[in-house]
């Protein structure tokens, strides 16, 4: 569903946002896509269990856990920082995860950093025995393949398709399955620039650009100017964004329209890849800073 935004901005510049993240309740946008493809190779290798990895306020571990006890997986959640274990009951998403069957092993940043490394997955088959490995963020060669069925013949209208970026899945399967007239524009929500590498594994095309001064100081940064419009967006929009990851697109491409970055008469599409279980946690960090919380549609 593509949802026009009603404002008038210069050089007869119209945007309008894709709104992934009404696919499901619980296993919303991106993560939906990514999910896909890999559920249902786990299904035919028989494997009865989930692994895969995530920090404190994964949308990513949400999607997993609750996606696993719809279509009848155990679910394991390896998670960066092994001071949570005792601090499920203060944490909306692992409580969200473990409350959908999600079974928890907590381990020290240090060690979380080898989660790619052979010796560590032998030492958790060794532990946990057989299950399908879903990485970090969910991108893979099956992930990519998902993302790559968000864009539709509705979207041929569109010069400019632009997605938040986090692990690269998204943006590659977007970047697939575009058409030339169509330009893709990641929105990096981390600092560096290892991003370009990472989708070069998965694209297939050089109609991508990532925009990399938008990330508000790093993953899960955020500051009084994006909760404000963050705020100021669902109020005038009635469409909530997640501050990790599509507040700070959104953000980036209606200054660039402000900063005449776009051609005049450019069709904008926004993709809106869900991440708002994440509000929540935000909101708690937010409190704790003083700073004022960000509204949902609640």
């Known amino acids: 569903m593509n949802q026009q935004?009603?404002?008038n901005f210069p050089n007869n510049i119209s945007v309008a946002i894709k709104r992934e993240d009404?696919?499901?309740?619980?296993v919303s946008g991106n993560k939906f896509r990514k999910l896909k493809y890999n559920l249902l190779q786990a299904k035919a290798e028989n494997k009865e269990t989930i692994l895969t990895f995530g920090g404190a306020f994964s949308n990513h571990i949400a999607a997993v856990a609750?996606?696993?006890?719809?279509q009848g997986f155990k679910t394991i959640g390896i998670i960066r920082g092994d001071e949570l274990f005792d601090k499920i009951d203060e944490n909306p998403t692992l409580k969200f995860a473990q409350e959908n069957g999600m079974k928890f092993e907590f381990v020290s940043r240090e060690d979380y950093r080898n989660k790619s490394e052979s010796y560590f997955l032998e030492k958790l088959k060794e532990q946990f025995g057989d299950f399908y490995l879903v990485p970090e963020g969910g991108t893979n060669e099956l992930a990519v393949k998902g993302c790559e069925e968000i864009l539709t013949d509705e979207d041929a209208v569109f010069n400019y398709v632009?997605?938040?970026v986090g692990t690269g899945g998204t943006i590659s399967g977007l970047i697939n399955s575009a058409l030339p007239n169509q330009k893709i524009l990641g929105f990096p929500v981390l600092?560096?620039?290892f991003l370009n590498d990472e989708i070069r594994i998965f694209a297939k095309k050089d109609n991508w650009n990532l925009i990399s001064d938008y990330h508000f100081g790093g993953y899960g940064k955020i500051n009084l100017e994006l909760i404000e419009f963050i705020n100021a967006f669902l109020e005038e929009n009635k469409v909530p964004l997640d501050p990790i990851y599509t507040g700070k697109m959104f953000f980036g491409v209606i200054d660039l329209i402000h900063k005449n970055y776009f051609p005049a008469n450019s069709k904008i599409l926004l993709i809106h890849?869900?991440?708002?279980?994440?509000i929540d946690g935000m909101n708690i960090k937010l409190k704790q800073k003083k700073l004022p919380i960000l509204k949902n549609n609640d």
Not at 273 to 278: D, H
């Open 191 to 193: 600092k560096g620039d």
């Open 162 to 164: 632009c997605c938040a």
């Open 273 to 278: 890849t869900g991440g708002l279980q994440g």
């Open 66 to 70: 609750y996606a696993g006890k719809e």
């Open 22 to 26: 009404l696919i499901h309740p619980f």
């Open 5 to 7: 935004i009603h404002i």
